[in-house]
């Protein structure tokens, strides 16, 4: 099932509501996590949807980035947008779920379900199975990026996050994230040259 893509998120100056907001979240005010949760349900579902590739495990790493953000909320300062914070927790979730489903994987399916499994679509098969390759391989990528790198590709292109929000909430300079972002896709594009010309 395809999920729409995220709405960017805001850069600095918080509008005046937002402060409020980030400021009552910062305190703990329990109204203001619920809110969060009302508010960032679906993008935290998406981000985790796009670096996952699956809608359950998307599900479980949704539902794991907001347990987190809850017990977290004492560290959340109030200075930055609550969208960045909550995107940067859902990306790291995602990142280790997909490390361990990996894992898991590599250890438990044989090779022949792997097949079956790939050309189970009647529709058109070849094309279904190109495109979840070329899925997978983009999200395995990303995946094997050394950090920084790792985080600000899945910030800017899974959480649709700015630059500016992403040195926002990495407390970076908005120039290293975009030589940081720069950097990355350069590695990535040596990593893909097989699936793309």
């Known amino acids: 099932m395809p999920v729409p893509p995220a709405a960017a998120a805001p850069s600095r100056p918080l509008p005046a509501d937002e402060r409020s907001f980030a400021a009552a979240l910062a305190a703990g005010d329990e109204r203001a996590f619920r809110m969060l949760i009302e508010q960032h349900a679906t993008p935290v579902l998406r981000i985790c949807y796009r670096i996952l590739g ?11 980035t907001f347990v987190l953000a809850y017990k977290a909320r004492a560290t959340y300062r109030g200075d930055g947008s609550p969208d960045a914070w909550i995107a940067r927790i859902a990306t790291r979730v995602a990142w280790r779920r997909k490390a361990r ?14 097949l079956i499994a790939m050309l189970r679509d009647p529709a058109d098969p070849a094309a279904d199975a190109l495109l979840a390759e070329r899925g997978e391989a983009v999200r395995d990528a990303v995946a094997t990026l ?3 790198y790792r985080e600000v590709i899945s910030l800017r292109y899974f959480a ?3 630059p500016a929000a992403i ?9 290293t994230v975009r030589a940081q972002l720069h950097r990355g896709l350069g590695r990535l594009r040596l990593r893909l040259r097989g699936f793309w010309p």
């Open 167 to 175: 040195a926002e909430v990495t407390r970076r300079p908005e120039g």
């Open 54 to 64: 699956g809608l359950e495990e998307a599900e479980d790493a949704a539902q794991e």
């Open 160 to 162: 649709d996050l700015t």
């Open 146 to 148: 050394p950090e920084p």
């Open 101 to 114: 489903g990996a894992r898991r994987r590599a250890a438990t399916m044989p090779l022949d379900d792997a």
